[in-house]
């Protein structure tokens, strides 16, 4: 076995760290504490939050990847197989392996097509592992509730490194056009006021389209088709992060430009305190509940995008298992008579259920750090 | 006014010239044309002939910024930038993949999308600000509790499943209106009546929740106080005082989006087989269709800088006490 570190795990063991850093240094500040507090007063949060935890344990074990080792030959170096699984593929294993040869509906024991069955006539074949299939199998015959869990590590990380890979361009561009103000400033409004006039979905069109123009050519890169996937993921969070930063900038501007008159900023000022010491002790602390709002809030919106930008064909890659490519598979198959829902229905009930929770959670956040939030 | 309004539209010429900058880089710098012919006719196995022709016909052989073989202004004007951008500021979108003019197409792919996209808007912005109100009227009860809640329910459900499942329930359970297609005249309305209800429930829960807050924030204030003290009705309060008062944000908030209705919505149209400017963005991007997606954003940038500049004398209109500047 061999361990295998992708550019997206490792972002994602830095995120679930710095969380718990921040959570860690954030229990000494009092005020922070107190609308922390604030938060988990209500049981509708505890339960979000439950669901949410479970939800990122199972991310978490999704990201723990390894190639496993092929068997060993005579007089040859230890060979591994070009496929990467991950520990949450280890722990599903007979769920990943059992497969069918098509569809079958939830618990079923036999196919769902019927076929010209061996001992001749016409009828259901059975299946080869008959009522094990909690959600039924897909088209070419895998487990669907196996596909469901392997798609949430891919919807949390499209709405958390979205968020992370743009943050920093976020609030280093607010703070500074709100604070130094002058020529400063108008580039910089002029830099999210021209992206933000492009159309969301065709910049990230366009941005995808791009990058597949540059992975096809650029295929020696990638070692393993996981790696490429990854790659085409990871890209993707950089774009969908380029098309949202402007918000949460104009907002950091915006307020920014309140404290800055505030009368103990002038005071720093007074007391000859550096323009980038100013900013990062006394404008930044005061804005972090703006972008712990942004980053929350912005979590479900990006996990529904994803569903859609994969079905518009501009998503993740193809060949990775996600909402999207799931829901894309299987819409067309409503129409046959009878219908195949289970896909469809697995996959909806699963990020209705993400979504859900990030939603209140989100709330919960919003109302307990937003000081002009009522109602 | 009028001086002000020159003013905002020359501001608008360097925000388009970023916007083209942006996507010329994107779409020639990132990649050069030799990469993108190669990815239309496919990877493997093209003869250097076949890449010349390719960009040959498209117009992509000539350098990308600078001509040092042309002569005078030639120099700056026989370049790929020049003929690919620069033009599109005359409106002049040159051809498709497929050889069809991209402004024609254009003209005439708008009015399915406007037959979609403005019913839904108009229908959406009744249906929530009254879903609203009725929140606001029974504030502080298990309705309103109940409201919000829905609110957010529906917020967290994915557009797609209310297309899959409008259409799978209203078209092949219950057989009333065609699943998909479209037809010019009033035969429209039987291919539009499904999609335009779907595109308002989609937006319900989202939009209920915003102005909820709105009429809350208004209902909070003095002359709402003063209204009440003189003994009028709670109803004759929210609908004549708060109502009115909570527009303002309301219209000036939603004028933004007015212009980019043209562009047509993009999922619905493609679900419904609407042949809309929406559906025409997704077919080239799944052509790979360079030039029309990038048609498509410079129009799109317009349309969106078009509405800031609606939504500045908007505020103007209705609130007297903001000038221009």
Known sequence: MKPVLLWSDALFFLLIAVTIGGAWWGRQQDHLRAGWVRVWGHRRTVVSASVLAVFFAIGLVDSLHYRSQLPLEEGKPPAWSVEVLSALDALLMPLKTNTEKTYSAPLATELFAKETLEEGGRGFPPLKYPGTHLFGTDKVGQDVLYLTLKSIRTGLLIGTLTTLIMLPAAVLLGIVAGYVGGWIDDVIQYLYTTLNSIPGVLLIAAAVLMMQVIIDTHAGWFATAAERADARLLALCAILGITSWTGLCRLLRGETLKLREMEYVQAARAFGGRPLAIMLRHILPNLMHIVLIAIVMDFSGLVLAEAVLSYVGIGVDPNTISFGTMINAARLELAREPMVWWSLAAAFCFMFVLVLAANLFADAVRDAFDPRAAG | ?325
């Open chain 2, 1 to 325: 006014m009028l001086a002000y309004i020159v003013r905002r539209l020359l501001y608008a010429i360097p925000i388009l010239v970023g916007v083209n900058l942006i996507t010329f880089a994107l779409f020639f710098v990132v990649n050069s044309p030799d990469d993108m012919a190669r990815m239309q006719l496919g990877v493997k196995r093209v003869t250097p002939e076949a890449i010349q022709k390719w960009k040959a016909e498209r117009g992509y052989d000539k350098p990308l910024f600078w001509n040092a073989q042309a002569e005078g202004v030639g120099k700056a004007t026989q370049t790929i930038f020049y003929t690919k951008s620069v033009r599109m500021f005359a409106f002049d979108f040159g051809r498709a993949d497929d050889g069809r003019d991209i402004a024609r197409e254009i003209a005439t792919r708008m009015n399915p999308s406007l037959a979609v996209a403005v019913p839904v808007f108009v229908l959406g912005l009744f249906a929530t600000i009254s879903f609203a109100l009725l929140l606001v009227y029974f504030r502080a009860t298990y309705l309103d509790v109940a409201g919000v809640v829905l609110c957010v329910a529906m917020m967290s459900i994915s557009g797609l499943f209310y297309i899959i499942g409008g259409q799978w329930l209203v078209s092949k359970v219950w057989h009333l209106v065609p699943i998909s297609g479209y037809s010019e005249g009033l035969t429209a309305g039987k291919f539009l009546i499904l999609p335009v209800i779907i595109g308002v429930i989609g937006g319900i829960g989202s939009g209920t929740r915003w102005y909820r807050t709105i009429f809350l924030e208004e209902i909070g204030k003095d002359y709402v106080r003063t209204a009440r003290a003189k003994g009028l009705s709670e109803r004759l309060v929210l609908f004549r005082h708060v109502l009115r008062n909570a527009l303002i944000p309301i219209l000036t908030g939603v004028v933004v989006v007015i212009p980019t209705l043209f562009m047509g919505s993009l999922l619905i149209e493609s679900f419904f087989g609407i042949p809309g400017l929406g559906s025409y963005t997704i077919d080239a991007i799944n052509a790979q269709d360079f030039a029309v997606v990038r048609s498509m954003v410079f129009i799109g940038s317009c349309l969106y800088i078009v509405g800031l500049m609606l939504t500045d004398i908007s505020y103007t209109l209705v609130d007297p006490r903001i000038r221009f500047q």
